[in-house]
């Protein structure tokens, strides 16, 4: 549990069309997070998942649920941080690692492929996988229309939009369940799948009074979309989808820009984890589709 005490998140410019997130409905007995959290077959992909935020969603997986995490991230064999962890668990079978671009199709065919063969479900998907660049090393984010550069565009989208839709297209079979009836009279029903998409403030159209970071903040609003999208079509088969504002966390890729952050709104990585699985534990039908801050708070898109 982290001790860190956040500032007041901002308001939201425009109507948020969700509700905020109630947190007591977490605690609830009929909570699908119950049940989730205590299933030992239930299985939590997480991209991204080599440092940061991603790795922190393992590590904080690990403690809060009986399941599986399948850590996905770009080269394993490099990934000596998760491998240090995994390896220091009393069981270190409960995280699996796994190879995954998500800025090539074949990879996350193959990493989809892998998962389903391996697990035969997924009960959560997070997306976190995602760049922004320095503006110094890298054309992003831009900060004018003239500092547009074609290759760096085409890459954020595939790494913070196309990748993250295509590895949900993957793996949505997997969280379809016939939970209504029991295939035996032994068999357990599953909780409700959850698709997390990691988004940003920046992302929200309304919100937009600075300008600036065009291919950051495009790519985060066409996930918002989706993630809306994928919201109304998978509620049919109990899936639910969320977008999610983590704030601004020290990671890498915050660091180029957190220097004149205050310190009461710059996030140890552990807070913003929690924060954000307390707000998946505590979803339910109406928020799905919604994009969220990491407080809970509704934002417009």
């Given at each position: 549990m982290s001790t860190f005490s956040p500032g007041a998140p901002p308001g939201t410019n425009g109507s948020p069309v969700?509700?905020?997130?109630?947190?007591?409905?977490?605690?609830?007995?009929s909570s699908e997070s119950i049940v989730r959290n205590a299933d030992p077959l239930a299985v939590f992909v997480v991209t991204g998942a080599s440092r940061g935020i991603g790795l922190e969603f393992v590590k904080q997986l690990v403690d809060r649920t009986k399941g599986t995490v399948v850590a996905c991230c770009r080269s394993p064999e490099s990934a000596t941080v998760l491998q240090e962890f995994t390896a220091g668990l009393e069981d270190s079978s409960r995280v699996q690692i796994i190879a995954l671009d998500v800025e090539d199709q074949k990879s996350i065919e193959s990493a989809g492929s892998v998962i389903k063969d391996r697990f035969g479900r997924v009960d959560v998907l997070l997306n976190v996988a995602g760049i922004l660049g320095d503006a110094k090393t890298t054309p992003g984010p831009e900060r004018s229309l003239s500092k547009l550069d074609r290759d760096?565009?085409?890459?954020?989208?595939?790494?913070?939009?196309?990748?993250?839709?295509?590895?949900?297209?993957?793996?949505?079979?997997?969280?379809?369940?016939?939970?209504?009836?029991?295939?035996?009279?032994?068999?357990?029903?599953?909780?409700?799948?959850?698709?997390?998409?990691?988004?940003?403030?920046v992302g929200s159209i309304s919100d937009n009074g600075m300008g600036g970071w065009y291919s950051y903040r495009m790519s985060k609003t066409a996930l918002n979309q989706a993630t809306r999208t994928m919201a109304l079509e998978l509620k049919r088969s109990s899936t639910w989808c969320i977008a999610l504002h983590p704030g601004t966390t020290q990671t890498d890729l915050s660091k180029p820009f957190s220097s004149n952050v205050k310190e009461?709104?710059?996030?140890?990585?552990?807070?913003t984890v929690s924060q954000l699985l307390d707000i998946i534990d505590a979803m339910d039908e109406e928020t799905s589709g919604g994009f969220y801050d990491w407080s809970g708070q509704a934002l417009s898109f």
């Open positions: 969700f509700k905020d997130i109630d947190f007591s409905v977490a605690d609830s007995s760096w565009f085409e890459k954020t989208m595939a790494v913070n939009l196309i990748g993250p839709v295509m590895l949900s297209k993957e793996l949505a079979p997997l969280m379809m369940q016939r939970r209504k009836k029991k295939i035996s009279p032994d068999e357990e029903q599953r909780a409700v799948a959850v698709i997390a998409n990691l988004s940003a403030r009461d709104k710059l996030f140890p990585v552990d807070f």
